[in-house]
């Protein structure tokens, strides 16, 4: 669908003269920015005294992000749109700074930065200097949600961003740079996703200057056919701007912009009016135009302009070189600050007046502040998808069944501001039931055996970890909730994401007008221990490792051994703002050990003991604790427990289940941890303990640190060992079973010490039994799986 | 540039009857693995007692893999090619396995797995069995190095191994599951790093069956025509086979792989024999056949085959439903089995005999088995390139810089087996010097201002660390050498891959035919201490906690502090075969501490007291030990020695460098774990240890578990905390610098209890003075970031 739209023609020449006096305003504010500590508008003599010490910032890409903002700003006032700017290069931070600052947005948001020569002298001077603002479009930016620092991923954040937002557009800067990445390259096909009719447009704006930080880039050294032919390839109509000249410049890039957004606007009105029938052919823009335009064009005899020379700092040596000095001060002076600030220092009035008004301008557009938008979830009472558990440790259910329940009922609740993310896992990770209410979104052709599929859905499903993490990334920024549910290895795909995505929390938390967004939630699921069947490359928590790590103001993780406790912690998680929360279960069926409300109170102490399956009294100091996390975990813990009282009735064991993982470190390390009084209270102050975890045992070793007596926690876990085989032997291959479980009391239980060998050489003859069952019939034992639950 | 070949036409009718009949062997091969455990020619009819208990595997992408193979074959015959085959679609592990059984390689490396009916049944329940294969191609693979578990990595593996291999072609098989891939997307691009008179050939073959697990594909619904200019704008030519006839489809695919082998030949001749001009315009296939193609069509009223549904195991409940297995006995017959194999169950010899000889058969491909071609380095003598110390701690100088020219003289003594991948940093990163023998290597047009970017170079850089990581491997497994070079925090982009690069390694340990390949050897500069000019996204050390879960076998992280021990880390590192060896230094300068004699001796010890900043003989008990690890912990460790002496030198310090992290655990966790006695003649039996540690604190917590007394470990390191400010003030945000250290001193000194508060007071107030500096000069307290070296 390629709707006609009229003829654009360029604006006056006398809208084009001041549209690049905005322009230059902004070269000159990223400049200042970069080198100025004194003389803001240069009406001095430049002096070495004027320039700042370390000479930080990017230039190259700067003019580009300059020019597309003032163009953008035209068609926000021309036509009343609503745009949030999202910068691939967010090296040119202080680009969107500086537009920011012009339009009045900066001011209102920081107001010490006064729009005269001291507050534009303290705009300079706090950039890329200590106590003040980085050097990237960061969260201290108004307007944006994206810091472009690790590159690849302004596509899937805008993608994420328009989703459910009808009136909303994204201009997506894409650096030739970034468009080198995997992430970036994989998200073009983010206009597959995008329904007209309810969704609002991503517009791309490639923007090729050729070269990186020193070698060429790819797309900037193709033919304009080349990247037409990709974008067509991948339904876009491609738009073509190039140029060096500014006037010429300003005119195509006006017209080219206009044509873009008024066929959005026809697109999007055609959907609207008639229904969507097939997909659009968006629209997408490639400029080109040089790296550091209108900076140095030559230095010591080298090309600067248009090279990758211009990349950070084009006269790098200002204060040690004299020539090199002039050479800033009449390239400041090139775009006439005189005519640009009054005598104030103040941007002249006219100028100003380009900006759009109030929210309108896309320094304070709200969707940038996603939490001024944020409606919390009308959540379903999770106690009603209760399952019952009349004695634990009996039952086998499919826990993520009884969350796809939840999340069905969810979905209708919140028509309009909840979506579930899903690299086509839904059914695979026994969520279909939110196929009852929606559909998989694909906005391409559909054929009669498609199974829910449809161009209204909402739940998105694509085989991209990247795509799935980015766009929910972008649909959370701008104040709405999901779940990104994934097979727990290849959430690992995601790591880095997770983390960029982690530091912008940890910024915004100390950024009062930032207001909380809804916490990105991870399922993860099809975790390593039921992998069996895929075998060892699926076989991974490192995603927990990776977690931990972040501040603790933001991470969360959830091991919830059974479905109540599943329901418990997501409703937990949803209510939630500003977290990572990863929740960790499987998918297959397993045991269900607590009632809902049992569990409620379970996860609200995020762990405790259980009774029920300990050979103590709780008040009473055990010979041995066992501890464990997560689902597998849990049910050996279980098995093992039951297996002492068989065997070795005289031990006294206790058993305490941990959910919040998050409970384990020392308070002062991380909100959630126990107090110590709790923590002795559950490990007792000097008592070994057996600690059976999901993951690789060095998290459990790293977060208890601090506690009394670390080395009597002897932890088993993920050891890296697996392949295709059975649920039992996975345990067995880890050494994480019941009888290794077994082993390790009967090797820290003092009184046991005389039977020792004894013991152990029962249990590992019962090991060797499994191993040799287990090969020659394909399947495990049955009377050791099922130990725990025959009895 | 398009060469003209001449027009192909299609075998013969006898020909393609005899394919189409190695192809019905090896679908049938492949429903054997996933089903029989017993009458493995269906020579009796079906029972539930022939059926094995799980069933697992995945038919959806096999028949099409299948179908490439015997096609390869023929013409790998026909013109002597030297081929391996790369299967993105990996969990079609049972068609691999079953053509090289046809072919007769696997009974080569697997005797027990004989040509007749009793090897046939092993191979049949050796699949996703306990102790047998894993359901995916994996190492156990004969001619594999790609097992596809982790979709999105094919082409980039393709692009490795071609590299430098001009008569290699690979056959990447992408999966369009696969292709929604990012790092997918993201590595179509590797043509224009491939020169056609030196590099051999990727061919990729993008196999359309529509759907992934549940879902569409993407480019399964998309036009031929988008599809075409989706790989135009990459630059290649597409060939189209479509159809679900066999026939047919023989026909089509037999003449399309042949004209793109025969363009292939004849692009690479020109190039050869003309020189190279202009990038080639590389042929590429897209191959749509039904997924699940030939096995049942309709199971229970819904259609299976070319659906989702064929995706694993398409008639699920054999062993339970009658009907089920009926039709499973009829899908066996249908491929009429007894035509196959003659009466002793072996592959009849005619059709055996389309299989190709010796090592050109797929399954025997040296280059998938790059142990066996690999030629170790000729590595330059590293002292030859040592740094001066004369006294330690003085002198300031980029360390990574002499790396460089160590990695020039590398390229100049192995110019065909060594490359240099890097996201567009080599220069950033200081290695420079390599210019001076290669350059960027950029196979499209290059302009004069390009900075030694060439067709002929072997500096390997892209902005992708996907591109990177997956070309690196690609070229290790094939038996080459390099380096990955890259900012430390983005590392964390290719944490997945690194991880299925450990797991590929740690198999391939177990089997005794895969020789050892070159390590994958990174090198993690721009560290996060040294990125205050980029800020908070750019600070991130997460990779080293995730390589620490790689089983201890494969696992290395080193953290040389100065250039000389970067250089005798870096030669070990070149030295070593089949690990992930991690090597975290700063490209800014540095102190240097030791003399390249001094270096090699502490490199090899990997851990020891230095007592040259120590203020205890290393033979009597100190205060306290002052351990670190990375450069800047180790600066701001004899700074923090330094300053005690001055202030406090009744206090008896010892210092202890770390190099090798992996000798931190006890020797049972890890082969480089210092034994018990060298542990305690370090750190001590009892007393307390301040540890400055280069990334986050939780690693050291883990790695020492088991050693003596860990509560006694008082790790500093990077605790997420950044932006953009001053080298000095990262530390001190991280409460890592010098002054934190001595406050750690202060605290666990006993004999300083008295004294505590005021000297406490005394450094917080050095802080606080700091601070104040900083803030308003821009840069550091001129005498605290010098303090030791002004001395």
């Not at 995603?543 to 051994?561: G, H, M, Q, S, T």
């Not at 499987?586 to 109170?601: H, N, S």
Request: with cysteine.
């Amino acid at each position: 669908m390629k709707p006609s739209i009229p003829q654009v023609s360029a604006p006056s020449d006398e809208l084009i003269e001041k549209m690049n006096a905005w322009w230059r305003a902004a070269n000159y504010l990223n400049i200042g920015q970069i080198y100025l500590k004194a003389n803001p508008l240069v009406k001095e003599p430049l002096t070495v005294d004027h320039i700042k010490p370390r000479l930080l910032g990017h230039w190259g890409t700067s003019p580009g992000l300059n020019l597309v903002y003032v163009h953008l700003n035209r068609l926000i006032k021309q036509y009343g749109l609503d745009v949030v700017y999202m910068a691939g290069p967010g090296h040119g931070g202080p680009a969107l700074v500086a537009n920011v600052y012009l339009e009045g947005s900066y001011t209102e948001f920081f107001p010490e930065i006064t729009r005269d020569e001291a507050g534009l002298l303290k705009l300079f001077r706090q950039f890329s200097t200590p106590g003040g603002i980085p050097s990237h479009v960061s969260a201290t930016t108004p307007g944006s949600i994206h810091e472009g620092g690790e590159l690849g991923y302004v596509l899937v954040h805008a993608f994420g961003a328009v989703m459910d937002n009808p009136e909303l557009i994204v201009a997506a800067v894409v650096g030739d740079g970034e468009a080198e990445t995997g992430p970036l390259e994989g998200s073009w096909k983010g206009i597959r996703f995008i329904n007209p009719e309810r969704d609002g447009a991503v517009l791309p704006i490639l923007h090729l200057n050729g070269y990186k930080i020193s070698g060429p880039t790819v797309w900037g050294r193709e033919s304009d056919e080349n990247i037409a032919r990709f974008l067509e390839g991948h339904g876009y109509e491609p738009h073509f701007v190039e140029g060096d000249d500014p006037a010429a410049v300003h005119r195509d890039f006006a017209v080219c912009l206009e044509t873009a957004i008024l066929k959005i606007q026809a697109i999007q009105k055609e959907a609207r009016e008639n229904g969507f029938t097939t997909r659009p052919v968006w629209p997408a823009i490639v400029l080109r135009t040089p790296k550091g335009w209108t900076g140095p064009k030559v230095v010591d005899g080298l090309p600067v302009e248009g090279t990758f020379r211009a990349h950070q700092v084009p006269l790098s040596t200002v204060r040690e070189n004299p020539t090199h000095l002039k050479m800033l001060e009449e390239w400041l002076h090139s775009y006439r600050p005189e005519e640009l600030f009054d005598e104030n220092g103040t941007f002249r009035a006219d100028l100003y007046a380009l900006a759009p008004a109030g929210d309108h301008r896309m320094g304070a557009n709200p969707h940038a502040n996603g939490g001024k938008l944020t409606i919390p979830l009308d959540l379903p009472d999770f106690s009603d998808y209760a399952v019952p558990v009349p004695s634990p440790a009996k039952e086998r259910i499919e826990s993520t069944r009884e969350l796809g329940k939840f999340l069905r009922d969810l979905y209708k609740r919140n028509p309009h501001n909840f979506r579930l993310f899903c690299p086509d896992e839904t059914n695979s990770n026994r969520l279909g039931a939110v196929f009852e209410v929606t559909d998989r979104c694909f906005v391409s052709p559909l054929i009669a055996i498609d199974d829910h599929v449809s161009h209204t859905g909402r739940v998105m499903e694509v085989l991209s970890e990247h795509n799935c993490h980015g766009w929910l990334e972008g649909y959370n920024l701008t104040g709405r909730h999901g779940l990104f549910a994934t097979y727990e290895a290849f959430a690992m795909v995601a790591d880095s994401m997770s983390m960029q995505h982690a530091k912008w929390l940890e910024h915004c938390r100390h950024i009062p007008w930032r207001k909380p967004v809804p916490s990105l939630n991870y399922l993860l699921t099809s975790t390593c221990w039921r992998n069996d069947h895929n075998g060892f490359s699926h076989q991974g928590p490192g995603f927990i490792d990776n977690l931990i790590n972040k501040r603790p103001e933001v991470a969360r993780v959830y091991l919830p051994p059974d479905a109540n406790c599943l329901l418990s912690v997501a409703d937990h998680c949803f209510r939630s703002t500003n977290y990572l929360n990863a929740i960790v279960i499987d998918k297959q069926p397993q045991l269900q050990y607590l009632t809902m409300e049992q569990a409620r109170a379970h996860c609200a102490r995020g762990a405790d003991i259980w009774t029920w399956c300990s050979n103590c009294p709780p008040d009473e100091e055990p010979d041995i604790v066992l501890a464990c996390a997560g689902d597998i975990a849990t049910q050996e813990t279980v098995a093992a427990a039951w297996l002492l009282r068989q065997h070795l009735p005289s031990v006294r064991v206790r058993v305490v289940n941990i959910v919040d993982l998050m409970a384990l470190p020392p308070r002062d390390k991380h909100p959630h941890g126990m107090d110590h009084t709790d923590f002795v209270r559950l490990f007792t102050e000097k008592g070994h303990v057996i600690f059976a975890f999901h993951g690789f045992p060095g998290v459990v070793h790293q977060l208890i640190h601090g506690r009394p007596d670390q080395d009597r926690f002897h932890v088993r876990g993920y050891i890296e060992e697996g392949t295709t085989t059975t649920p039992f032997d996975m345990v067995v291959l880890n050494k994480m079973s019941r009888i290794h479980l077994c082993q390790d009391v009967i090797r820290h239980v003092p009184r046991l010490a005389g039977e020792e060998t004894r013991l152990l050489q029962a249990t590992e003859d019962l090991l060797q039994k499994h191993r040799r069952y287990v090969r020659e019939h394909f399947e495990d034992l049955p009377e050791i799986a099922d130990w725990v639950w025959t009895d």
